[in-house]
């Protein structure tokens, strides 16, 4: 069975910054790409880029860029997410959800950021 | 960026109603959109590939079409666990794209 397991909730400073994990199993973890998707509360669903495991090769929505950084443990099978100078605008559910064949096609569970002083 | 327009933003249905959930974007292509479903608190799922292919363990109800720029999830007779948020999701080039959502209700 596939699964994503994601860190859990975080609650941090203005102007901090957070890693959350996405830890996968039940397939080889370098034959996939993983997504990061953001989900502002009671609003739709954002892409924020991807990463190739296999060659650590990234790609980022612009509007991302220079916010989230990915990054991937082969030995480990687990993916990560670093968001920098968090503001109110970042709170938000962020997923990862791995890509099969262009497809979002199993999602983690998702984890919650509230930026707050 | 490709903009998904999704319409309506709320259906509200009996169950047992058959419904189309419309996607639309701003440039053709082709096939490459895809749907998925998103219930309260939960993680999206995803319910049918490519336009039209559809996905191991998601129920025949479910059904995609269409092809360019207008696209069509179809549930053939609703059921109560169907009541939930619809996203459509673009492949065809970045930024990967979603649709703002189609909330099915119960009238």
């Known amino acids: 069975e596939v699964k994503l397991q994601q860190s859990g909730d975080e609650l941090v400073r203005p102007g901090a910054s957070v890693k959350m994990s996405c830890k996968a199993s039940g397939y080889t973890f370098t034959d996939y790409a993983m997504h990061w998707v953001k989900q502002s509360p009671g609003q739709g669903l954002e892409w924020i880029g991807t990463i190739i495991p296999l060659i650590d090769t990234t790609s980022y929505n612009q509007k991302f860029k220079g916010k989230a950084t990915l990054t991937a443990d082969k030995s480990s099978n687990t993916a990560y997410m670093e968001l920098s100078r968090l503001t109110s605008e970042d709170s938000a559910v962020y997923y990862c959800a791995r890509e099969s064949r262009g497809v979002m096609d199993a999602w983690g569970q998702g984890a919650s950021v509230t930026v707050s002083s | 960026d490709i903009v998904l327009t999704q319409s309506p933003a709320t259906l509200s249905v009996t169950p047992g109603e058959s419904v189309s959930l419309s996607c639309r974007a701003s440039q053709g292509i082709s096939t490459s959109i895809h749907w998925y479903q998103q219930k309260s608190n939960e993680s999206p799922r995803l319910l049918i590939k490519?336009?039209?292919q559809s996905i191991s363990g998601i129920p025949s109800r479910f059904s995609g079409s269409g092809s360019g720029t207008d696209f069509t999830l179809s549930i053939n007779r609703v059921e109560s666990e169907d009541f939930s948020v619809y996203y459509c999701?673009?492949?065809?080039?970045?930024?990967?794209?979603f649709g703002s959502g189609t909330k099915l209700e119960i009238k």
């Open positions: 490519y336009a039209s």
């Open positions: 999701q673009q492949s065809y080039s970045l930024p990967l794209t």
